[in-house]
């Protein structure tokens, strides 16, 4: 690996992370906890400084989140793959070398509705478009709902 970045250093940087729940597991109750967040960014910050002696949080927040999109990736990669119905042969293997170190991650890795912000400004609301009927004539109506 490049950077200090160690096959090893990532590893055992990865199991720090893995032990702090706080950091990564939203659907529990320490994850709201922010003693406990600055605790454990602080001993991930502290293990990053033997290799980098300029690394702060917001380095280690970025080392994070840089690892986990590469990984999201390739889980998008593997559902996709099972989705369309491939035999167990033909599923895709990823090919990270970390993907398995952050499977504990995986089932906070949710798909989040995307939002349409292409009107430039405009109206934002989603379209609604209802027929109306009235004397065997039909009427197009395009209704604007704001949330």
């Known amino acids: ?6 096959t090893q250093f990532t590893t055992d940087f990865l199991a720090m992370y893995r032990a702090n729940p706080c950091l990564w597991k939203i659907s529990d109750k320490v994850y709201l906890n922010r003693n406990k967040k600055n605790e454990a960014y602080r001993q991930l910050v502290d293990f ?7 690394a ?15 990984f999201r990736k390739e889980l998008k990669k593997v559902n996709l793959s099972k989705r369309s119905g491939a035999s167990s042969d033909d599923v895709y293997t990823p090919s990270l070398w970390y993907f398995n170190l952050l499977l504990f991650t995986s089932d906070c890795e949710t798909a989040s509705d995307s939002i349409d912000n292409t009107n430039n400004g405009e109206d934002a609301g989603p379209q609604e478009v209802i027929n109306i009927q009235v004397s065997e004539k039909v009427f ?3 209704l604007y709902n704001t949330i």
């Not at 990053?48 to 300029?54: D, G, H, I, N």
């Not at 702060?56 to 590469?70: A, H």
């Open 56 to 70: 702060n949080r917001d380095f280690v927040v970025k080392k994070i989140q840089s690892l986990r999109g590469s």
């Open 48 to 54: 990053c400084k033997t290799q980098f002696p300029e």
């Open 1 to 6: 690996m490049e950077n200090g970045w160690s």
């Open 140 to 142: 197009t109506s395009a």
